[in-house]
């Protein structure tokens, strides 16, 4: 599994533009699953159900993770929107994303090269308003420890900036705690090496959250 950061919006932009007397309003979103994608897709369809069109594509995952796209044309002829729209999301190498393209349709037919440039430029244009954040992918850990090796514990969650989740204090302590997947295999043999195996790696989870 690659587990190498990847950029996801940082916010929502919305561009508009007139073309040849129809409108134009193309959103984008920060989706991070397909399901989430497609409710943000019924959502702007419900902000505007007047319009001609609603087309739209999203990548759902990593950018370049193509089990995670998808597109639509809504009624625009075949190729004229959601691929150009879908063209645009993976160029830019930012993941999570969800573009709806609104068209309310102005008399004046534009023919199918005008539609790729509307659809495609559209999406181009609010690609340059938006923002990113590094999305680092997280790994979830167990650990076990004596009450005396709690202060070394503490010393390498910070040197490994890992993030504790839960915390049990019991006749032991007992840890969740999560930190970036590339880290995982030094942090455990770290924990293993400086502690003389006295805390205790209670789960080898390397299930990647957040």
Same mark, same amino acid.
């Given at each position: 599994?690659?587990?190498?950061?990847?950029?996801?919006?940082?916010?929502?932009?919305?561009?508009?533009?007139?073309? &040849?007397?129809?409108?134009?309003?193309?959103?984008?979103?920060?989706?991070?699953?397909?399901?989430? !994608?497609?409710?943000?897709?019924?959502?702007? &369809?419900?902000?505007?159900?007047?319009?001609?069109?609603?087309?739209?594509?999203?990548?759902?995952?990593?950018?370049?993770?193509?089990?995670?796209?998808?597109?639509?044309?809504?009624?625009?002829?075949?190729?004229?929107?959601? &691929?150009?729209?879908? !063209?645009?999301?993976?160029?830019?190498?930012?993941?999570?994303?969800?573009?709806?393209?609104?068209?309310?349709?102005?008399?004046?037919?534009?023919?199918?090269?005008?539609?790729?440039?509307?659809?495609?430029?559209?999406?181009?244009? !609010?690609?340059?308003?938006?923002?990113?954040?590094? &999305?680092?992918?997280?790994?979830?850990?167990?650990?076990?420890?004596?009450?005396?090796?709690?202060?070394?514990?503490?010393?390498?969650?910070?040197?490994?900036?890992?993030?504790?989740?839960?915390?049990?204090?019991?006749?032991?302590?007992?840890?969740?705690?999560?930190?970036?997947?590339?880290?995982?295999?030094?942090?455990?043999?770290?924990?293993?090496?400086?502690?003389?195996?006295?805390?205790?790696?209670?789960?080898?989870?390397?299930?990647?959250?957040?």
């Amino acid at each position: 599994m690659n587990h190498a950061p990847y950029l996801v919006p940082a916010h929502s932009v919305l561009f508009e533009e007139d073309i &040849k007397k129809s409108r134009f309003l193309t959103y984008l979103a920060h989706t991070p699953t397909v399901d989430l !994608a497609k409710g943000f897709i019924k959502e702007i &369809k419900q902000t505007h159900p007047n319009a001609n069109h609603h087309c739209w594509a999203f990548v759902a995952g990593r950018p370049n993770d193509s089990m995670q796209w998808g597109f639509s044309d809504d009624g625009e002829p075949s190729g004229t929107a959601g &691929k150009p729209i879908l !063209a645009q999301l993976t160029g830019s190498n930012v993941g999570e994303m969800t573009a709806v393209v609104v068209r309310y349709f102005g008399g004046i037919h534009l023919g199918t090269g005008g539609l790729v440039k509307a659809y495609g430029g559209g999406v181009q244009q !609010a690609l340059l308003q938006l923002d990113t954040t590094e &999305k680092i992918l997280l790994a979830s850990l167990q650990l076990c420890c004596e009450y005396n090796q709690s202060t070394l514990l503490e010393t390498l969650l910070k040197e490994f900036q890992a993030e504790t989740i839960t915390a049990e204090y019991m006749q032991d302590i007992r840890l969740t705690v999560a930190l970036d997947c590339r880290q995982l295999n030094q942090f455990k043999q770290t924990v293993v090496n400086r502690s003389g195996n006295r805390i205790q790696v209670l789960d080898d989870d390397e299930n990647p959250f957040g």
